[in-house]
């Protein structure tokens, strides 16, 4: 089973920036799509972007387009979601996963798509 590793959250201030790291073990990474979700209490799970396996493609939520960029590196078997222009409503949980379906599926917002989750990482932005 794929284990997934996400660092970088904290607490910064609104228009503040940070970058998130998911590391994945195992040597497939480069077969996995893989997107960032997040979750805040009380709501559910949030699509927030997605990669494909190559690093050719992304795709994100109207909420976080044109402030977030995802990224990979397969050589190093890491996502990256930089994070610019936070906002208070970013504040959530922030969880990597990795979807290890079928080659040439579209890239997906649903997280029941996913196979392999991260433990998240808390991304707190103050007003």
């Known amino acids: 089973q794929v284990q997934l590793v996400e660092s970088g959250g904290g607490l910064v201030q609104a228009g503040g920036s940070l970058r998130l790291s998911c590391a994945a073990s195992g040597r497939t990474f480069s077969s996995y799509i893989m997107g960032w979700f997040r979750q805040a209490p009380g709501k559910e799970r949030e699509f927030v972007a997605t990669?494909?396996?190559?690093?050719?493609?992304?795709y994100y939520a109207d909420s976080v387009k044109g402030r977030f960029t995802i990224s990979r590196d397969n050589a190093k078997n890491t996502v990256y979601l930089q994070m610019n222009n936070l906002k208070p409503e970013d504040t959530a949980v922030y969880y990597c996963a990795a979807d290890a379906g079928v080659v040439g599926v579209v890239l997906s917002t649903l997280a029941a798509r996913y196979d392999y989750w991260g433990q998240g990482t808390q991304v707190t932005v103050s007003s």
């Open positions: 990669i494909s396996r190559s690093g050719g493609s992304t």
